[in-house]
Structures are given as C-alpha cells and as structure tokens.
C-alpha cells in the first residue's frame, strides 16, 4: 500500500495545513537547519558521535525515496523522477527498507 507522507502525518495528528503553509514558504535547506537545531536543543547540544556531516548523504537519498514512492505511480516512474535506472532505483529501496 502506497503511503502518501503527507495525508499520514495530518492523519496522526502530526501536522496541520496551516503549518503545511508555513513550510511551503521554507527552502529545504532551512527546513533541515530547523529540524537540526531542535534535536541539538533537546540534546543541549550534545550531538557528539550521532556523524551528521557523514549520514547527510543517506539521510537525503532516503527522503527523496520517499517522496518518489508517495507521489509516483509505478516503480519505473519513481525510478525516472529520481533520474536513476530501474535497477538502481529498486536496490536504493531496498537498502533503504522502502517496500
């Protein structure tokens, strides 16, 4: 069953559509700054051995995973929005526990 994040989060009760709006008139970049800076405050910033600079890179690949799972309609047009082969685009998913 597909899952589209955004319906999911709404539906627990995780976000609202006003916060949607707000987001919309963010770059990703702040978004990942935001979401950075919370979890650092939580931790009072100690965020010592969690490698962010390293799992960035897996962090990001397994967002836009996501994303071409939730929007797309067929494994072959995730692949083609992600600009990546078939082959590819299903071992990403799999190493990245998308089903």
């Given amino acids: 069953m597909k899952v589209n994040n955004i319906n999911s ?3 627990k009760h995780m976000i609202s559509n006003e916060l949607l709006v707000l987001i919309s008139n963010l770059t990703l970049e702040d978004l990942i700054a935001i979401k950075i800076e919370l979890t650092a405050s939580n931790l ?3 965020m010592y051995g969690l ?3 390293k799992k960035m890179p897996n962090i990001t690949k397994e967002a836009l995973l ?3 799972d939730s929007i797309t309609t067929s ?3 995730g ?3 992600l600009g990546l082969d078939l082959e590819n ?3 990403f998913r799999k190493k990245y526990g998308i089903k």
């Fill in 9 to 11: 989060l709404t539906q």
């Fill in 89 to 91: 685009y299903l071992m």
């Fill in 44 to 46: 009072k910033n100690k």
């Fill in 51 to 53: 490698l962010l600079w």
């Fill in 75 to 77: 494994k072959n047009e």
């Fill in 66 to 68: 996501r994303v071409a």
């Fill in 79 to 81: 692949a083609r929005f």
